[in-house]
């Protein structure tokens, strides 16, 4: 564990190859009595890695979550991850993974660390049509060889909140406080997502805006289908605004994250002008550095969708403007 505290610049540099760094850890046998599989989470997404705890269990706690405890002064749920899995422990629970996803903070137990690893988002694969796990996102190949069975599944903590852990967050997107926003006819949002809740709440929300939007589970296919469009409006010999009206992606996605598809529009003469969002769960210094670098006209942390309708009309108006540059803003990178 002590290899987790390594320079946070060092890591957060991967992010400009299209790489990142995946802990693995075990949580036990399937309830079918099967071999203990290989689970994995980006350790951006961990404060730190502690030996279990006690913990202490108020009145009205319901299973998974098994109490709360006091790391460095802040009250935390543990959360039972093998349970949520479906798988049972053989030698107990004896690793808490602390956690901060959206501006929550939370505890897992798991029964053991293996390593970090360091790939390729080209590694890993969304899950959402091979693997009969709710509480899967994608599944990451551990070495080069793409017919390896040395596999890891990812785990989606944003699925395991947005059904266990209560939040203030409007993940339903009931309280919506949208503007109608008025784009070009024709145009639409081009969306990268590999959150199903994220998915979901982002479709509500522009709908809500009257935003069209098209929705994509990686940034490879984000990506693909931004060409397409840029072809299509070359051959017409309309500008690119006609067809898209901006681009909303995550960070962390299956094949190509949100950094590198991010940089490959503001690189491209042709796209260079679409107003690209970042909507994330990923926060910190070392991260909206790198926003900065790939030139993202905006960033806003999951799942403030209230936030995130902001957002968009500041940078929809901006690029209405013409006056380019990024727009930095109180609700953006700071």
């Not at 796990?133 to 989606?156: E, F, H, P, R, W």
């Amino acid at each position: 564990m002590d290899n987790f505290q390594k320079d946070i610049d060092d890591r957060a540099n991967l992010t400009l190859s299209n790489r990142f760094e995946l802990l693995l850890f075990r949580l036990g046998e399937t309830v079918q009595g099967e071999k203990s599989e290989l689970f994995g989470i980006n350790v951006f997404k961990l404060r730190e890695i502690v030996p279990m705890p006690a913990y202490t269990k108020p009145a009205g706690i319901k299973h998974p979550v098994l109490g709360m405890v006091n790391i460095r002064d802040q009250i935390i749920p543990v959360i039972d991850l093998p349970s949520v899995a479906g798988c049972k422990p053989v030698n107990g629970l004896n690793i808490l993974l602390i956690t901060e996803y959206a501006r929550s903070v939370q505890a897992f137990a798991v029964e053991s660390v293996e390593n970090i690893i360091r790939l390729d988002w080209t590694q890993i694969h969304t899950a959402e049509k091979a693997v009969n796990g709710q509480y899967i996102t994608s599944i990451a190949c551990l070495d080069d060889d793409k017919d390896s069975n040395n596999l890891a599944m990812v785990i989606d903590v944003e699925q395991i909140l947005y059904d266990i852990v209560p939040a203030d967050h409007d993940l339903h997107a009931t309280h919506l406080e949208a503007p109608k926003l008025k784009i070009k006819p024709g145009a639409t949002a081009i969306v990268a997502e590999d959150s199903k809740v994220a998915r979901a709440m982002l479709e509500k929300g522009l709908k809500a805006m009257d935003i069209p939007a098209q929705m994509h589970v990686t940034g490879k296919e984000a990506w693909e289908k931004i060409e397409k469009l840029a072809e299509e409006a070359q051959t017409a010999g309309i500008p690119i605004s006609d067809k898209i009206a901006l681009v909303l992606t995550d960070l962390e996605m299956p094949e190509m994250d949100g950094f590198t598809l991010t940089r490959k529009i503001k690189t491209d003469e042709r796209l260079k002008h679409i107003p690209v969002v970042i909507h994330s769960s990923l926060s910190g210094n070392a991260n909206e550095d790198h926003i900065r670098k790939v030139r993202a006209d905006g960033y806003v942390a999951k799942f403030e969708i209230n936030e995130l309708s902001s957002v968009i009309e500041e940078v929809l108006e901006r690029a209405d403007q013409k006056t380019g540059g990024p727009l930095i803003s109180r609700r953006q990178i700071a």
